[in-house]
T-cell receptor, first 112, second 115 residues
Framework: GENVEQHPSTLSVQEGDSAVIKCTYS??????FPWYKQELGKRPQLIID?????GEKKDQRIAVTLNKTAKHFSLHITETQPEDSAVYFCAAVKPGTYKYIFGTGTRLKVLA | DTAVSQTPKYLVTQMGNDKSIKCEQNLGHDTMYWYKQDSKKFLKIMFS???????INETVPNRFSPKSPDKAHLNLHINSLELGDSAVYFCASSPPGQGSTGELFFGEGSRLTVL
């Protein structure tokens, strides 16, 4: 069935450094790839998304890249800050299914 | 104004009991979901309704029964609770007009603990 692999499961970086989280999806028909941030004890919230007709999207310190051929997409956070510490989830969605398949999550710790 | 609200936020109960979680959204969305987040933080789809019609029913034990009285409400009833049902249950909704590829708006979650 559909599957999304996410790596790494935990990531620690120094404040100001960059962080990269990678996901691989199995269903080549997937065309929507959102990223969610979940702070401790809170709900997941969308931080950025990308559709399959775009290779890269940027929003201030956050960027997402998509390689459809390899079925990879990645989240890049530059100039990390302590408030970036959270669990990040990638997801892949196939059109017409309403089924958001989430990756297993990455716990990011930004050390001050 | 809470966009997607769930009640109760916390639920502690004994094995074998039956419990319900309620969800309401005031965003005018057509599609609502139940997700289960276990202790390892995995987010797993359970059910989805579009305009009161069940469209996703994952391999969930039939002790779990969703019900959508109207498109703004989606409830989850769980019979004969087991220890493994302990988790945080998130309700979510997504906007109309974007097919199945729009932002998911999550509720605050309902933490269920089965003793």
């Amino acid at each position: 069935g559909e599957n999304v692999e996410q790596h790494p499961s935990t990531l620690s970086v120094q404040e100001g450094d960059s962080a990269v989280i990678k996901c691989t999806y199995s269903d080549s028909a997937s065309n929507y790839f959102p990223w969610y941030k979940q702070e401790l004890g809170k709900r997941p919230q969308l931080i950025i998304d990308i559709r399959s007709n775009v290779g890269e999207k940027k929003d201030q310190r956050i960027a997402v890249t998509l390689n459809k051929t390899a079925k990879h997409f990645s989240l890049h956070i530059t100039e990390t800050q302590p408030e970036d510490s959270a669990v990040y989830f990638c997801a892949a969605v196939k059109p017409g299914t309403y089924k958001y398949i989430f990756g297993t999550g990455t716990r990011l710790k930004v050390l001050a | 104004d809470t966009a997607v609200s769930q009640t109760p936020k916390y639920l502690v109960t004994q094995m074998g009991n039956d419990k319900s979680i309620k969800c309401e959204q005031n965003l005018g969305h057509d599609t609502m979901y139940w997700y289960k987040q276990d202790s390892k933080k995995f987010l797993k789809i359970m059910f989805s309704y579009n305009n009161k019609e069940l469209i996703i029913n994952e391999t969930v034990p039939n002790r779990f029964s969703p019900k959508s009285p109207d498109k703004a409400h989606l409830n989850l009833h769980i019979n004969s609770l087991e220890l493994g049902d302990s988790a945080v249950y998130f309700c979510a909704s997504s906007p109309p007009g974007q097919g199945s590829t729009g932002e998911l708006f999550f509720g605050e979650g309902s933490r269920l603990t089965v003793l």
